[in-house]
């Protein structure tokens, strides 16, 4: 075949397995800033307190916030998603 050395078989090589984690700057500390109570505070309470520990947390300087929306239209059942970002935003329906 003209000199060529084709292998007769074609063989994919995996990817190196990597551990996602390692190296990574995940933080998974969820605890609220103050104490709340779903049953005793309101919504805009409980939104604001939420707030405050995110941008307390994790500065916007440091951290990219992006925010998320999931919905179901009830007239034709269509679901959509969203996310929004400083730098960019998307819309998935």
């Not at 060529?4 to 990574?24: T, W, Y």
């Not at 049953?39 to 300087?61: H, R, V, W």
Request: hydrophobic share 35%; net charge negative; with cysteine.
């Amino acid at each position: 075949m003209n000199g060529l050395d084709i292998p007769s078989r074609i063989a994919f090589a995996a990817p190196p397995q990597k551990n996602l984690l390692e190296g990574s700057r995940i933080s998974y500390h969820l605890d609220l800033m103050s104490p709340v109570s779903k049953s005793q505070d309101c919504t805009a309470a409980l939104f604001g307190m939420g707030m405050k520990t995110i941008y307390n947390s994790f500065p916007l300087e440091t951290w990219p916030h992006m925010y998320t929306d999931g919905s179901k239209l009830q007239t034709d059942g269509v679901a959509g998603a969203g996310v929004y970002r400083e730098h960019f935003s998307h819309y998935l329906s």
